[in-house]
DNA sequence: CCATGCTCATTAGCTAAGCTAAGGACCGTG
DNA sequence: CACGGTCCTTAGCTTAGCTAATGAGCATGG
């Protein structure tokens, strides 16, 4: 049992270390494949979220993306300079706003949706579809970890 | 044919946007985890990096972590500070210089290397074996994309 | 030996994004 | 009404990513 363990926590450190590894380079990689004047990650995760869930107050989108709301409240500056998302005072709540994808948004949205050019998906058509099992199961388990 | 490689390039976008979404909610997890004064994501890729390897310019270390030699001095220098790296001028090129693991620097990742309370490494442990494997899998995938 | 083109690391300047602390407006409750 | 709590934003700081520029140094050819 001990021995079981110990093994298990070596495991894990070490797949601790080569996830992050993994992580940082891939990240790197595809953030260095974005075209100029795209979205970044963090602009695109959010309007996502935002898009999916129809409309969110700063809070609830910053709880959603795990990020602080000083954070969140910069992201969407940015979505908002460039009209792709909107703000309109809460119903009932005078501290509150209420953050919504514009039409432009939900066309960036859908665009990304289905960017055909985009280098990352190329490169994922390019592996096996075991492999691409792989991530899309790995990605459904660091969702869960995050989640916590 | 035509119709498999829709599926395919429908699968592989799906899958990017699924994997970007996991992974920058999974890294911020993860940086949200890390104890105040602890190294960060880039300085601890970089130290692994310098121990693993050695020694390197500059240039070398910035080419394998996947950045751009400005980011690098700034993320060395961090790492000097404190004195995890050394720099050496190299012995044939007054241009260059070398950089290395300091004692403290060795420390620093040999403790990385077992780091038993950390947050994720905790996490992981509480995955099941396959799980794990799925993780690592996608490790390696993911760095063998981010490779190009 | 000299001129030239190239390479190296660093600095400068900018952007983005992460955090904590603080401030002012607003809400809910006793 | 007073008070405690919540909301979003601003302020201030840090880190890290980029491009452009700079000065030192190297390699090569004449």
New binding site residues.
Partial sequence: MERVMTTERTTAETLAKTLRDAIIRFS?RV??ARPVGDL????LSALTSLQLAGAL???ELADMER?????M??????LEERGLVA?TPHP??????ILAATDEGRAVYAFNERARNEWLAVELERLTPEERETLARAAEIMQRVARG
């Fill in positions: 790197r953030r260095q970044t990650f963090s602009q107050t700063p809070r990020v602080q709301p000083p954070t409240t910069k992201i969407v500056g940015k703000r009932t709540d005078g501290r509150q706003v």
